[in-house]
């Protein structure tokens, strides 16, 4: 089965940027990468997907490596109001159909003043 | 906006209880997930839907059965509740359209407790 791993926690200060890195092996070949910030008492809300490279939106930007072994969320200039949980989400390339997302365990970013 | 909503945001049942959680959503999509979130394990795919009358089997079925009636309506069912499905359950939607695993859209997540 594919695993995720990330770090359970980070801080940063305002102002800053926050990379967050998610290695993943067994990934399915053709599928995305995907990223959720979650706050207290809410469900996920999507952040960013991306298959290779680089990809940017207002929010963040994904770099993903030629060989798809991990990816790496980049916040720029945080602000308080980004301390929350970050999920990568990957899907199993053992695992047919639906049946192969797989969520990594979230890393709790605490952003100070 | 795309919006999904869950029956309840509390819930405390009895051990051996019949258990029904109902999530809906307006975007038409055809997807739509269970999860369930305990600390230290992250989200876990409980049952899916790709379509009306259609369920698939995820990480952690057993307890748990769902249906799913109407495209806008996926219910999870805990046929008797044990104190070991304490924990945070949420529903996702998503459209097929999008690249997998799809942009998915959670709901507020129902805090179940099982005493």
């Known amino acids: 089965l594919a695993k995720t791993t990330q770090p359970i926690s980070m801080d940063s200060y305002e102002g800053q940027e926050v990379n967050i890195t998610c290695s993943h092996n067994?990934?399915?070949?053709?599928?995305?990468i995907t990223w959720y910030q979650q706050f207290p008492s809410q469900g996920p809300r999507f952040i960013i997907q991306?298959?290779?490279t680089k990809v940017t939106n207002e929010v963040a930007s994904l770099f993903i490596p030629a060989d798809r072994k991990s990816s790496t969320l980049s916040l720029p200039r945080v602000s308080l109001s980004d301390t929350a949980v970050y999920y990568c989400l990957v899907g199993d390339m053992f695992s047919g159909g639906y049946n192969k997302l797989i969520f990594g365990a979230g890393t709790r970013l605490a952003v100070h003043p | 906006d795309v919006k999904v909503t869950q029956s309840s945001r509390y819930l405390v049942k009895r051990t051996g209880e019949k258990v029904f959680l109902e999530c809906v959503q307006d975007?038409?999509?055809?997807?739509m997930f269970w999860y369930r979130q305990d600390p230290g394990l992250g989200l876990r795919l409980i049952y899916f839907?790709?379509?009306?009358?259609?369920?698939e089997k995820g990480d952690i079925p057993e307890g748990y059965s769902v249906s799913r009636e109407k495209k806008e309506r996926f219910s999870l069912i805990l046929e008797s509740a044990s104190t070991n499905q304490t924990s945070m359950y949420l529903c996702?939607?998503?459209?097929?359209?999008?690249?997998?695993?799809?942009?998915?859209?959670f709901g507020p997540g129902t805090r179940l407790t099982v005493t």
């Open positions: 839907s790709y379509d009306v009358k259609m369920k």
């Open positions: 996702a939607s998503s459209s097929q359209t999008s690249s997998f695993p799809y942009e998915q859209y």
């Open positions: 991306g298959y290779k």
């Open positions: 975007m038409d999509h055809e997807n």
């Open positions: 067994n990934i399915a070949t053709n599928d995305y």
